[in-house]
């Protein structure tokens, strides 16, 4: 609980040896918004001790890139990287983010605010 | 009468005749007797040169030689000196420089290690804090051609560190950082972060036990050097394999390597260097130094763990064997709150407790996936990933029968379903892009029981729980039971239902689209009339749009 904390673990494994020194995940589908859900029935042993991390941590229902990248204390693009085996595997499945809508235009906006303040 | 006196004077000459010759005889033999004695004290006279150039040309080089490689010292040249005063003489001269050449030999070792210890710890404090920064630019960047230069950096970062930190150790520095305490595999797998050919090295089984936070960098930098060794006196084709035993006094780390082995005589000097009785001399380690063995041997005997080297290796190279006794262990319990040592008086070790803590929390935050503690860490990475009650391993099934968002479908049953979508997601979308979807009110808004905020001020989102549009499903959800749900209207903006959220933002999403049809056409005159009567009756027209820039955050 203590902010140092997640630092000084961090310093002791280091990313290249989690990924076994790639950097380029296996597919360019990640997001830092996708969805990532685990298939349950996927044994976990053969995982390197994170991956087995990642695995627990989704298997609690689905989790962003993001959040999963702060759970287990990685670099984002780090964690791409082990998402990509793991779906290569078979472990984890990805869903899209759900796309953002189109922006009403802030002329619009404006106007609709002239117009609420209008009618006050 | 004058015949007697010839007589007599033949007599007197015959005595002295006699008498010469006796003299004569003994003079000779004195002078023998001299010249004999002459010649003795010469050749010892010899002797004591030669022993003495012996001295100055052989044995006091000897000694100053001796200084790099301890050889037999040579002794007289001449057994027949043995015992004399010359001897004993010529013994007291070494002696006295024998002294003089160790205290000067101690002297400069000391200094020696004086400045190889400031300097490395400058190194290694350059080294740490450039692994601060390659560790921020790994969060920052999310570009992998980045991160595979900041991963080649870091790889000779860690490597340089390492060098700089077993040089200070032996030259009696500590070494250097405080972890918490850790698992083993991620100490041996810290050890192989450090060396050169890590990819080469397989760990196989894991151990549950951990490292006290005390000897978690010694152990790290002892297993670094192993493995540097394994890897480094093995083909480049081969691996280096590590095996973790839980024994009954403690745990061992066993590392084989499929190298050329070592012999006998390299053995036993191994064997002398590991076990750290011998002091080490900084000027002694040969030429390319090799610091691995003596580094090892002094935390061996420092930190009180053993290390051996044979060559039992099944793959013909060298097997070293890292035994750590149950006083440098713990236990760390992945699901309990507690960290439990395997003995009280392990505890007792400087600086436990507060490593305990640490990891307490970060092995929790692991294994349930109740991070807090990390808002405070990454806030801007990874906006709010907080969530208080974590939907535990029994919901899981229903997670994975719901599995996409399950909220967003759970919103739109309000009654202005209409407008709402597009106008939530471009209301949500400025306060972070990947934060987006969970900034919307099914989330924010209808689970007031959860929502806190963050020491930042930041908003904590719950984790998305199946439950919340468990409606639709048939199971009876836990979350709405829980939510007040007055299904009137909030009283303030902190407790709003979804029905009343939804209400205000599809007011608002009407009052853009009748923004937007009348700016078309005519100017201003419709818009000031068009949400009089679309607008829903009562409180959302004018609160709305003030009061939504309000809203996620509450």
């Keep these: 609980m203590t902010p140092p904390a997640p630092r000084h673990e961090r310093g002791l494994v ?6 076994d020194g790639r950097a380029h995940p296996t597919r360019n589908t990640f997001d830092l918004v996708t969805l990532v859900l685990a298939q349950y029935d996927r044994p976990l042993t053969g995982l390197s001790p994170e991956k087995r991390r990642l695995m627990e941590l989704c298997l609690g229902g689905p989790l962003s890139v993001a959040e999963i990248a702060g759970h287990l204390m990685l670099p984002v693009s780090v964690t791409k990287v082990l998402l990509g085996d793991l779906v290569d595997s078979g472990h984890l499945i990805t869903r899209a983010p759900i796309p953002s809508a189109q922006l009403p235009e802030a002329q619009i906006l404006q106007e609709v605010l002239d117009g609420l303040r209008a009618r006050l | 009468m004058s ?35 002459a010649a003795t004290l010469e050749e010892g006279q010899r002797a004591r040169d030669t022993e003495l150039g012996h001295l100055t040309a052989v044995r006091l080089p000897a000694v100053t030689a001796s200084m790099n490689q301890p050889v037999p010292l040579p002794g007289l040249l001449d057994e027949q000196l043995a015992g004399t005063v010359f001897a004993h003489g010529l013994q007291s001269v070494m002696d006295t420089f024998t002294q003089a050449v160790d205290k000067a030999q101690a002297r400069a070792d000391q200094s020696a290690k004086a400045a190889l210890k400031a300097s490395m710890r400058a190194l290694q404090g350059l080294a740490h804090e450039q692994q601060l920064a390659i560790s921020d630019m790994q969060d920052r960047h999310d570009n ?3 991160l595979r230069d900041l991963l080649q950096i870091d790889h000779a970062n860690s490597q340089f560190g390492r060098r700089a930190q077993a040089i200070a150790v032996l030259c009696g520095s500590w070494p250097g950082r405080q972890r918490a305490a850790s698992p083993l595999t991620d100490v041996v797998r810290g050890a192989t972060s450090r060396i050169r050919d890590y990819r080469r090295v397989q760990v196989h089984s894991q151990a549950d036990l951990a490292v006290v936070s005390r000897a978690v ?5 002892a ?4 493995l540097d060794n394994a890897a480094r006196h093995s083909q480049p084709n081969t691996t280096v394999e590590v095996g973790l035993q839980p024994v009954h006094n403690g745990a061992c780390i066993v590392i084989d390597d499929a190298g050329v082995g070592m012999d006998g005589q390299e053995i036993q000097r191994a064997g002398a260097l590991l076990t750290g009785r011998a002091t080490v001399d900084v000027s002694r380690l040969g030429d390319p130094p090799q610091f691995g063995f003596p580094v090892i041997g002094v935390l061996a005997a420092r930190y009180g763990f053993s290390v051996s080297v044979d060559t ?5 190279g060298v097997r070293a064997v890292l035994f750590l006794p149950s006083t440098l262990l713990t236990q760390i319990d992945i699901d309990g709150p507690d960290t439990t040592p395997l003995r009280p008086q392990a505890e007792q070790g400087h600086g436990r407790g507060h490593g305990r803590g640490r990891e307490q929390g970060h092995r929790r935050e692991h294994g349930r996936g109740q991070g807090r503690g990390h808002e405070a860490d990454r806030p801007a990475a990874t906006h709010p990933p907080a969530q208080a009650p974590v939907p535990d391993f029994p919901d899981f099934p229903d997670a994975r029968n719901f599995p996409a968002a399950p909220d967003f479908p ?17 209301h949500a979308a400025p306060s972070g892009s990947h934060a987006a979807p969970s900034d919307t009110p099914g989330t924010a808004g209808p689970v007031p029981g959860s929502v806190g905020s963050t020491a930042g001020g930041l908003p904590k989102r719950r984790r998305r729980q199946p439950a919340a549009g468990g409606s639709h499903r048939g199971r009876p959800a836990p979350l709405p039971a829980e939510t007040p749900a007055p299904g009137t209207g909030g009283t303030g903006a902190g407790e709003r239902t979804a029905e009343e959220t939804a209400r205000r933002m599809g007011a608002f999403a009407r009052g853009t689209r009748a923004g937007r049809t009348p700016a078309a056409g005519t100017p201003i005159g419709p818009l000031q009339g068009t949400p009089a009567h679309e607008a829903p009756p009562g409180a959302p027209g004018t609160p709305a749009p003030v009061d939504d820039e309000g809203n996620p955050p509450a």
């Design chain 2, 217 to 221: 960098e010694p152990v790290v930098l």
């Design chain 1, 14 to 19: 280091r990313p290249y040896v989690v990924t």
């Design chain 2, 312 to 316: 039992r290796s099944p793959y013909g």
């Design chain 2, 3 to 37: 015949h007697h006196i010839p007589d007599a004077v033949t007599w007197c000459l015959a005595a002295a005749l006699i008498a010469v010759a006796v003299l004569l005889v003994r003079q000779r033999g004195i002078a023998a007797a001299l010249r004999l004695r």
């Design chain 2, 223 to 226: 297993v670094a050097e192993l």
């Design chain 2, 144 to 146: 992998p051609d980045v």
């Design chain 2, 410 to 426: 759970a919103a739109p049953d309000s009654p202005a379903a209409s407008g709402f979508p597009a106008t939530q997601a471009g």
